[in-house]
Each structure stands twice: as structure tokens, then as C-alpha cells.
């Protein structure tokens, strides 16, 4: 058993040396305190079994005796004038002295007003299994009755294979509220950090207390649990409905029947790992008493050592965990526990999400994927798992704290360093610009695909043309259809080389000088077979337009109406109307009299797959879609107001007549 600790407060030099000499006989240890705050500090963090307050240079010597707890024995010393020395003034007893505690007061005012220099009362020490009673006896010597020692047996039984605080916590629940004489009971970890006990909950559905909060120390709200961390000793309290608020849970205990609570340290060798808290609905006798300290005391040790066995475990995980970041450092990273919770991050991470480590630390991986991501994960892990594997690759999506997503690869590892799964570790990769280039790969590739197919539709007119003038040429000699030759060849060689330039560069839209809608739209209709069909362009505008690129998608808009619109009289070309456009954009349209677009194609017009279908359609359509865009335009296909198919094509304000 320690010795006794005795606080003294005193700003006093010389008074401090004086009351440390008086006692330097007694088997206690003097504490020292110059400040009123550092005393406060003390008593809320140590253990303290008395208090001598020097009221002479502790000013406010009143209020710190309030600060003190009613059960610790304090003490007011106070020098006087002449030969009368000090006066030790005892304000606050215990409400049951015990021998021993009388003792230890009789001494500590024996040793300062008289300087005797009295002894201690020889401590009783604890059995390695018990603790000492009231009368001197050890606890585990004492006989219990048989229903309270089976109790301690289990608990000592069950308690030899736990290896973790949940499974105390749920050994100590279970067996104590089995029978009568216990109604509930509940443990709590001390966070010296936030100075607060927080419950341990290892199955919070089975319970119907409101265990889902922390309870805080050092505000005075909590004095039977401000005790126990304070002096580590077992604590009771018998109350009832007038006072409930004096104890956790306070009102709930009280509908429950509860008089009596004991608050018990989980501790050992200085270490304490927690607080147990026990209700009873009768006051406790000396044997539940007994059973208690028993009960817990093995708790304590099998705390210890799952406590030293953790540190260890924790010192060589983290020896992995970092040799595994080592590996993988460049990316973001991260670990994950058994449960899917976030155990560390690096700060690419960080940069990436834009989260802090304290928004992650301890959050599910849900924080970041989604739930498809999430179970894909999973299933990769139990993957690895089975087939011992150590790592595998997974594309998946991460949302950032601002709701943006990136694409990303991530390469996951399982750890496992004793044989036993314990979480995984995983290496994200930024693949959004690669995404960006596969897209970019995967439209060329079907525009060279594509280009196959335009080039054999796009050429089969311009060298119909040229075939039927070289026939004519043939039969008349007429060199007026030479040079028509000559003209049809040179547009499939423009053609050709458009293609090309498409094919090499990507643009649809190279180098733009203004021109006339009017006289392009001309231009246009005479490289097309137009048969019977007419061309209207009754009004004009000026366009900002690549010339040759522009020249294509005019010819097969005609060449769309001609082919595919049987009964086409008339090729319509204007700008957009003022009502048909918004103040901020301009444009033109093409439409024609004929049968008009196929519903069902209407939406899929401009695709160059819909070319293998029985009408034909697509190729130059879509041609019509990619010049279109390369300018910077859009086009919306329509119906005309004659049942005709139409094309409005809306462009940014360039020029304008």
C-alpha cells in the first residue's frame, strides 16, 4: 500500500520547509502547492489523502477548501503572534473517521503544532487478490456467501482469455447483473486528454441505459466520479430521488429502484485503465463490497496486461504500417482497421480531399467512396484474404469534403503480421488526366474508324460528277465538260485532304475568316447532284467559318435532303430568325420540303453508327455534328414547317452585317 499523500498549499517559503520538517518523521509524502491554481490542479489529478492550506499567503483559503472533496481530511494553518506558534485548524472531516484517518489528522497536527513527530499506524498491505476491509482483514480471505463467490469465480474464469477492454467491460456487465443483487452496471475509460470518462459499449443495442456520452472531470458535475479518479478508491454513494443528479445517470437509476452506487478504479501499479460503476436497488452490504473489489481487481490486472500486450502489438504495426507508406509514398494513402475506419492518412490525401486529418481520423471509409466503392473494396480484401494475396488493384471514385469526385486507382494490402487479419492499407492514384487521354484515344480511334466511312460516302458524289461530264466529254468532245471534270476531281481531292488534316490534327474548324452564308450556301449547292431540286437563300449574314470545313457540312446538309428526302423541291437557307434565337447568340438554319427526319433517328441523328441503317443515315451528318463543333457551334435537328427535315445551327455574335 502507498503512502499517504498530503497536500501542502502555501506561497511561504519558510512556512512550506516548516510543515515539510514536522513531517518529515511521519510515513507520508508531503506534496507541494505555492499557487492556489496549482492546488486545484493537484487535487483534480492526483490522488491526495489531506490538505494543509496556509491561509497566511493563500488568500483565498476559503474557497479552495470548498474546491476539496468532503471525504478528504483538510486542514487551515494559520501562525499566531508570541510564544503560541500556529494554530492547525481541521474544517473538514470525513462523515465515518476511521481509525486510521484520525490517526493520520492526529499526526498531521501533532507534527505542525507541537513538532512531536508522531508515528503512522502501521498500513495494512493488500493480498495479491483481495484488499483490505474496514476491520483489517483481506477480502479474499473472508468468506463470501456462496452465491457471491461463484460470482468472482466466473468472472476470474471468463476473464482469463480476454484479450480486450470490451470484453472486460462485457464479462463485468453480464455477470453482475445475472441475479438480484446488482440492477446495472457499466465501464468507462479515463481520457486524461479530454478529462472525461467515456463508457465502453461492446453490444450498445442490448442496453437500454443512454450510455452514448461522456461523462466530464473537473467540473464538479460528477463528484462520485471525480472521487474515484482522484483518490482510486472504491467510492459509494447511497441516494435517492432528491438527490439523483449526484451520481451518472442519476434519473434513470432512480426510476429504476436504485439506492446505492458504487464507483470502482480499474487500476494497477500506478496505471488506471478505467472506472466501473455499479447500481444497486438495497444498500450494498460489506460482502457485495467485498465481491466488488474482488471482481475488479482481477479486471484491473487482466486490463494491465491486455494494456502491455497492446502496446507491444501497437509497436510492431506500426513498424508495418509505416514500412508499407515507405513503399507506397508519392500517392495518397491510407489505413483502415479490421472495421473499415480510417487509422492514418498521408497529406497528399489530405491535398487531394481537402479534409483535415482530423476529419478522417477515425471516420469510415464511406467518407470517401461510395457504397458501391466501398463493397468493391471489401470484396477484393476477402479476395485476398482467401487466396493469401497480398495486394490487388481497384478504380474507384473519391468525393472530396467540397462534393467534387476524382477518378482514382487504388492499390490495396491486406495486414496481417501475426496471422490475423488487421486492417488494410491503400495507395490512391489520381488517373483523372489518364481517363481524359483514354477518352481522347477512344474518339479518335472512332473517328479514324469513322473516316473509312466517310471518305468512301463523301467521295462517291463529286466522282459520280466527274464520271457522267467524262461520259459527255466522250460523246460530244465538248471541252466545257472537261474543265466540269476537272472541277469534280479537284473537290475529291479537297475532300481527300480535309479528311486527312482531320485525321492528323483533330480540327474541324483550323484557320476562320469571315464569310457570306449566301455565297458559301451557293458554292456549296454546285459541288452537290441536286437533280430537280432548287436552293432558296433569300438573306444573308456574314460568319466567322474555316471556308473549306464549312463548304462540307453546307454540302451534306444538301446532300441529306436530296438523298433521303425523295419529294424535295426546295433547299431553304436564312439566318435565324430575331424570335428564334436569344438576344446573346446568332445563327442560321438549313431545311427542306421533303418527308422529313425519322422520329425514331431523330435523337441518334448525328451518330456515324446510325449510318448501318436501312435509310443510310449518320456519316454525313455527322460530319455536319463535328464541323459544327469545332466552330464552336451547336445544331438541333428539327422538323420544318412543311413536314421537312431542319437543321439550326446557333453561334456566339461574331460578325454581323
Not at 503512522?120 to 463470501?144: F, H, K, N
Not at 485525321?503 to 452537290?528: C, F, M
Request: contains cysteine; negative net charge; glycine residues 8%.
Amino acid at each position: 500500500m502507498s503512502r499517504p499523500r498530503v497536500l501542502c498549499v502555501s506561497s511561504d517559503r519558510s512556512t512550506r520547509a516548516s510543515i515539510t520538517l514536522s513531517l518529515t518523521d511521519a510515513p507520508v509524502d508531503v506534496i507541494i502547492a505555492q499557487r492556489f491554481v496549482d492546488a486545484v490542479d493537484r487535487l483534480n489529478h492526483e490522488s491526495i489523502d489531506a490538505v494543509v492550506i496556509d491561509a497566511r499567503t493563500i488568500a483565498n483559503a476559503a474557497a479552495l477548501v470548498d474546491t476539496v472533496d468532503a471525504a478528504t481530511p483538510t486542514f487551515v494553518y494559520q501562525e499566531t503572534d508570541g510564544d503560541t506558534g500556529a494554530v492547525l485548524t481541521r474544517v473538514n472531516t470525513r462523515a465515518a473517521d476511521a481509525d486510521s484517518t484520525t490517526q493520520l489528522a492526529n499526526t498531521i497536527t501533532e507534527g505542525i503544532a507541537a513538532g512531536t513527530g508522531a508515528e503512522m499506524p502501521t498500513e495494512i498491505e493488500d493480498d495479491a487478490d483481495g484488499s483490505a476491509t474496514a476491520d483489517g482483514t483481506v477480502a479474499a480471505d473472508r468468506e463470501l456467501p456462496d452465491d457471491l463467490e461463484r460470482l468472482v469465480s466466473r468472472v476470474r474464469s471468463r476473464l482469463v482469455d480476454a484479450t480486450s477492454p470490451l470484453t472486460v467491460e462485457r464479462v463485468l456487465r453480464e455477470e453482475l447483473m445475472d441475479g438480484d443483487r446488482f440492477a446495472f452496471v457499466w465501464i468507462g475509460e479515463y481520457d486524461r486528454g479530454e478529462r472525461a470518462i467515456i463508457p465502453w459499449l461492446s453490444d450498445p443495442e442490448a442496453l437500454e441505459w443512454p450510455l452514448q456520452r461522456p461523462f466530464d472531470i473537473g467540473t464538479g458535475d460528477q463528484p462520485l466520479l471525480e472521487r474515484v479518479i482522484r483518490t482510486r478508491t472504491l467510492q459509494i454513494r447511497q441516494y435517492d430521488e432528491t438527490d439523483g443528479a449526484a451520481v451518472p445517470f442519476g434519473d434513470r437509476a432512480v426510476e429504476q429502484g436504485v439506492q446505492s452506487v458504487a464507483a470502482v478504479p480499474l487500476a494497477a501499479h500506478g496505471d488506471m485503465y478505467g472506472v466501473a460503476v455499479i447500481y444497486a436497488t438495497d444498500p450494498l452490504s460489506e460482502h457485495e463490497r467485498e465481491a466488488v473489489q474482488a471482481v475488479t481487481e482481477a479486471a484491473s490486472h487482466v486490463l494491465e496486461t491486455i494494456a502491455i500486450r497492446g502496446r507491444l502489438e501497437q509497436q510492431e504495426r506500426t513498424l508495418h504500417r509505416y514500412e508499407r507508406l515507405v513503399e507506397t509514398a508519392g500517392d495518397g494513402m491510407y489505413v483502415l482497421d479490421n472495421a473499415g475506419h480510417i487509422m492514418t492518412v498521408n497529406d497528399a490525401i489530405l491535398e487531394m480531399t481537402g479534409y483535415s486529418r482530423e476529419g478522417l481520423l477515425g471516420e469510415h471509409a464511406s467518407i470517401l467512396f461510395d457504397h458501391e466503392d466501398v463493397e468493391a473494396g471489401e470484396a477484393i480484401i476477402r479476395s485476398l484474404l482467401k487466396s493469401g494475396g497480398s495486394t490487388d488493384t481497384l478504380e474507384l471514385t473519391v468525393e472530396t469534403k467540397a462534393g467534387e469526385t476524382i477518378s482514382c486507382e487504388a492499390q490495396i494490402a491486406i495486414l496481417v503480421p501475426d496471422g490475423e487479419f488487421r486492417g488494410s492499407v491503400g495507395v490512391l492514384r489520381d488517373v483523372t488526366e489518364r481517363k481524359r487521354q483514354e477518352r481522347k484515344l477512344h474518339e479518335r480511334n472512332e473517328r479514324l474508324d469513322a473516316f473509312t466511312r466517310i471518305v468512301s460516302h463523301d467521295l462517291r458524289n463529286p466522282l459520280g460528277v466527274a464520271q457522267g461530264y467524262l461520259e459527255l466529254l466522250e460523246e460530244t468532245g465538248d471541252p466545257t465538260y472537261a474543265e466540269k471534270t476537272r472541277n469534280g476531281l479537284d473537290r475529291m481531292e479537297s475532300i481527300i485532304e480535309d479528311v486527312l488534316a482531320i485525321a492528323r490534327e483533330g480540327e474541324w474548324a483550323a484557320d476562320t475568316d469571315p464569310v457570306d452564308l449566301e455565297s458559301i450556301a451557293r458554292e456549296a449547292w454546285d459541288h452537290v447532284s441536286t437533280a430537280e431540286t432548287t436552293l432558296s437563300v433569300t438573306e444573308t449574314m456574314t460568319l466567322a467559318a474555316d471556308r473549306s470545313r464549312l463548304l462540307r457540312l453546307l454540302e451534306n446538309c444538301f446532300r441529306n435532303s436530296i438523298e433521303h428526302g425523295e419529294t424535295t423541291e426546295t433547299v431553304r437557307v436564312r439566318p435565324l430568325e430575331s424570335d428564334e434565337r436569344t438576344d446573346e447568340t446568332q445563327g442560321f438554319f438549313i431545311e427542306d420540303d421533303g418527308e422529313g427526319l425519322p422520329a425514331e433517328l431523330r435523337d441518334e441523328i448525328f451518330d456515324p453508327s446510325a449510318s448501318t441503317s436501312t435509310e443510310g443515315l449518320g456519316i454525313g451528318l455527322w460530319i455536319v455534328r463535328e464541323v459544327a463543333t469545332g466552330h464552336g457551334w451547336s445544331v438541333v435537328a428539327t422538323e420544318s414547317d412543311t413536314g421537312g427535315a431542319r437543321f439550326e445551327f446557333e453561334i456566339g455574335a461574331q460578325f454581323s452585317d
